[in-house]
């Protein structure tokens, strides 16, 4: 649960937090970059979900928070994680990101391997992500 304007939501992302955690380093070495971000995984949620209930949009709650990888979207959103990550076959990374007021990059196909990913349609099937537009 979270609290967002003086009310308490649960966002119900229904996602794995995970943190990169880096190989132990001696102390004079730099740290890298991506060192401590929190990041998401796509898990089975749509937009509207009768099954496991719809997550809260963070940005307007009233309204449904976007497509299929609406929860790695509202996961960012809420800065419940840094990053997450979201497929992408007809706008399930594009419009959860909109929706949800934060960065969603759906890159050409084929660019990142879509291997374990359940197929939908796989001439069209992406991996995306999500990221704050605010750190």
Same mark, same amino acid.
């Given at each position: 649960k979270?609290?967002?304007?003086?009310?308490?939501?649960?966002?119900?992302?229904?996602?794995?937090?995970?943190?990169l955690r880096p190989t132990?380093?001696?102390?004079e070495e730099p740290s890298l970059p991506l060192?401590?971000?929190t990041f998401a995984v796509k898990d089975i949620i749509n937009g509207e979900n009768k099954h496991y209930g719809t997550p809260t949009n963070p940005c307007a709650p009233d309204r449904v928070p976007g497509g299929s990888s609406s $929860? =790695?979207?509202v996961a960012v959103a809420a800065k419940l994680v840094d990053?997450?990550?979201g497929t992408d076959t007809g $706008? =399930?990374?594009?419009?959860?990101?909109?929706?949800?007021?934060?960065f969603g990059f759906r890159p050409s196909?084929?660019?990142?391997s879509t291997m374990n990913v359940i197929p939908m349609a796989q001439i069209f099937d992406t991996v995306?992500?999500?990221l704050a537009l605010e750190t």
């Open positions: 979270m609290e967002v304007g003086g009310d308490d939501y649960d966002y119900g992302a229904f996602i794995q937090r995970i943190e132990p380093r001696a102390p060192q401590g971000l $929860g =790695s979207a990053l997450s990550l $706008g =399930s990374v594009r419009v959860p990101a909109a929706y949800c007021g934060i196909h084929g660019i990142i995306g992500k999500f």
